[in-house]
């Protein structure tokens, strides 16, 4: 009997010990795929700066909404957002100071021609990048203005139409913007750039051209390069926060500097903007006014990957 009750009681405790492990393994599994979850779900810092096409296809009828799109004239007729309005983004060039910014009373000028009005509500798009350069410059006057998430593309895929031609609102929009409404300072000049390079371990400058023109043609001492496509998946919305902060960080960007972003003009570099300011929430981004081309002609420039 005690040999059966000896054997009985062993049996209990391995019963026991399996289930106690069983368990610490099962808490650690949980553990981790909830990290994993977490990791994957970060939310971006400023979500209300994008629009998904579902969110937009919602609003179509509000009144006060404005739908720009910014590919070129020929591409946008052959089919775009229903209503959307076509506006060149070189108008946000000055067209006295090569690789500047324009004034916002010539902006103003320009984009009241569309019956566009400071007050509407504002979504920007295209097939790539050059929609972020309207968004950053009416952002810095604090305008209502929304990135559609994965442009043109995203909203196709939801099977929403499309219209042909050109849209003409027949009517003037009221949109006076002024130096002195400028909500946010989010440039930089060439002065205050080639100072900063002196802090190397206090700043870090971002590179927004392609791979071919950063080691051909010359960039900015110790510019680092981050193309736009590397930012978006594959049907052209942007990476989540995990992903993208992980692109940042291995390469050395931390919101802990300040970092300043170029680009031949303003296009690339505000995409670039975006997603560190908007989505990742860094302090203390700039895009270099003056951009590649102001650079090239009056300050040194150097080849190759680094």
Partial sequence: MKVKSTIIWGLILVLLTSLLFGCSKNSDSNALSQSKVNLNTTPYTHPEALISAQQLYRIMNQPNLTIIDTRPRDIYEQGHIPGAICFNVKALNDPNRRGKFTSPKLLSLTIREYGVSSTDHIVVYSDNYNHAALWFFLNMYGLNVQILNGGLEQWQAQGYALDTGRVRRGYLGKFNLSNEQQKIYPTIETANVANALQ????????????????????????????????????????????????????????????????????????????????????????????????????????????
Wanted: glycine share 6%.
């Fill in 199 to 306: 802090q190397p371990d206090k700043v870090t400058v971002i590179d927004a051209r392609s791979a071919e023109e950063y080691s051909g043609k010359g960039h900015i001492a110790g510019a680092i390069n981050i193309t736009w496509d590397h930012l978006i998946n594959e049907d052209m919305t942007f990476k989540n926060a995990s992903e993208l902060t992980k692109l940042f960080h291995d390469k050395g960007i931390t919101p802990d500097k300040q970092v300043i972003v170029y680009s031949n003009n303003a296009q690339r570099a505000s995409f670039i903007y975006f997603v560190l300011d908007r989505l990742l929430g860094y302090p203390n981004v700039k895009v270099y006014d003056g951009f590649y081309l102001y650079w090239a002609a009056h300050k040194p420039l150097v080849k190759g990957n680094y």
